[in-house]
């Protein structure tokens, strides 16, 4: 069982940048693909990017095409989602989590059915 834990979040302005962090202590970290879903009320878990386990493929939904980044840092056991120029529309509770159902990228975007073990999420809220 992959344990995440997600920090970085918080109240900021439209405009502004965040940088999320999810922290693993598994040994397996670096095997897996990782992604960035978020959830806002009353809404379904969405997917927002996801990475793949050494880093050499990144994916994101269209809406944050261009204005976010995700990265990895296996030694440390870290994966990061760098979020500029926010919207109030990004407001959500962002969670990580691993891939556990091996997903072909080239035919679309992947469910959060797909993915687990996610940690309790981090609240972002981008005020207008």
């Known amino acids: 069982q992959v344990q995440l834990v997600e920090s970085g979040g918080g109240l900021v302005q439209a405009g502004d940048s965040l940088r999320l962090s999810c922290s693993s202590s598994?040994?397996?970290?670096?095997?897996?693909?990782m992604g960035w879903f978020r959830q806002a009320p009353g809404k379904e878990r969405e997917f927002v990017a996801a990475?793949?386990?050494?880093?050499?493929?990144?994916y994101y939904a269209d809406f944050v095409k261009g204005r976010f980044s995700i990265s990895r840092e296996n030694a440390k056991k870290q994966m990061y989602l760098q979020m500029n120029s926010l919207r109030p529309e990004d407001t959500a509770l962002y969670y990580c989590?691993?891939?556990?159902?091996?997903?072909?990228?080239?035919?679309?975007?992947?469910?959060?059915?797909?993915?687990?073990?996610w940690g309790q999420g981090t609240q972002v809220t981008v005020s207008s």
């Open positions: 990475i793949s386990w050494k880093g050499g493929n990144t």
């Open positions: 598994t040994r397996t970290f670096s095997s897996w693909t």
């Open positions: 989590g691993v891939e556990l159902t091996l997903h072909d990228y080239g035919t679309g975007l992947p469910t959060a059915a797909e993915f687990g073990s």
